[in-house]
């Protein structure tokens, strides 16, 4: 499986962002999938993860009520809906699949994208 992010950019703090996550290999559908960010000095987290059909979902505090995780299977294609940006939300974006729906942790994704920069200016 390879995945491709794109969607990133330059933003001014209350403003929004679509992410996307577009999967080759005709296997998406099989796979729970979930966006990462890593900001500079900082380690990798979960920033929202969703299960294979997308029936269920997972945020990190600090975003929810702002971010929406999304996947078309039929496109094999994974959004993320960014609403308020902060400063804080600053970091390089990464998309991820992997076999387990939900997890938390980066080590329980084997596929990854390449990362795909937001910079939020206040």
């Known amino acids: 499986v390879q995945l491709q992010a794109s969607g990133g950019g330059l933003v001014q703090a209350g403003g929004s962002l679509r992410l996307s996550c577009v999967a080759s290999?005709?296997?998406?559908?099989?796979?729970?999938a979930g966006w990462f960010r890593q900001a500079p000095g900082k380690e990798r987290e979960v920033v929202a993860t969703t299960s294979r059909n997308g029936g269920r979902t997972y945020y990190t505090n600090s975003v929810k009520g702002r971010f929406t995780i999304s996947r078309d299977n039929a496109k094999e294609t994974m959004y993320l809906q960014m609403n308020s940006l902060e400063p804080e939300d600053t970091a390089l974006y990464y998309c991820a699949a992997g076999y387990y729906d939900n997890g938390g942790s980066p080590d329980l994704y084997p596929y990854w994208g390449q990362g795909t920069q937001v910079t939020v200016s206040s």
């Open positions: 290999g005709d296997t998406f559908s099989i796979l729970a």
